[in-house]
């Protein structure tokens, strides 16, 4: 395992400059927005507009911290997300608009190139203690809350806000110690 802190995220400006996102990780390390297989990012949003149009590549989209967005999506009816709202997939490569509900809004985007990664998103509640296993060719775990530990047999780590976790051997099975929530990443890499 792998911990990766929100103060070394590679900060860099959105394809269609926008604005600017925190690159919490990417595959292969080092590639950049036209060559990755997977990527996942953080953002501050600030105004409502386009989404950068990503070719061949599938998005899930949550919402980390303000009122929300109305998210459009090509001939999709508007969906409204929250924090509360479960995170939401839709093709990179279609036109796709948001407003804000009310001020400027945090979120987390994972992306991965169709044909080669699938991906999955789930967010758990941590109340004292939970006990993850994965499944897929690589996991990642992000933490929105203020402080959770990671437990693996030897390995005890805190995250602070905004840290991650790659995990190599994704069948590890991890203790997530603390009070908040914890989002698991799966990536699995398509024959």
Request: glycine share 8%.
């Amino acid at each position: 395992m792998r911990i990766l802190r929100a103060e070394n995220y590679r900060r860099m400006p959105w394809k269609n400059g926008g604005g600017e996102t925190a690159e919490i990780a990417v595959s292969p390390e080092g590639a950049g927005l036209e060559d990755f297989e997977w990527r996942i990012s953080m953002a501050r949003v600030d105004a409502g507009g386009p989404f950068s149009v990503f070719p061949d590549v599938d998005r899930t989209l949550s919402v980390l911290e303000g009122e929300g967005i109305m998210l459009s999506i090509a001939d999709r009816r508007p969906e409204r997300l929250t924090g509360a709202s479960a995170p939401y997939s839709f093709p990179g490569d279609v036109a796709a608009n948001a407003d804000l509900v009310a001020g400027p809004i945090t979120d987390l985007n994972v992306m991965a190139r169709r044909g080669r990664y699938r991906h999955r998103v789930i967010v758990h509640q941590v109340e004292e203690a939970k006990d993850l296993s994965f499944n897929g060719t690589q996991a990642l775990l992000f933490c929105p809350s203020l402080d959770l530990r990671v437990r693996a047999n030897a390995f005890d780590e805190r995250l602070a806000r905004f840290d991650a976790v790659i995990l190599k051997d994704p069948q590890t099975a991890l203790r997530i110690v603390g009070r908040g929530q914890i989002f698991v990443i799966e990536l699995d890499r398509l024959p």
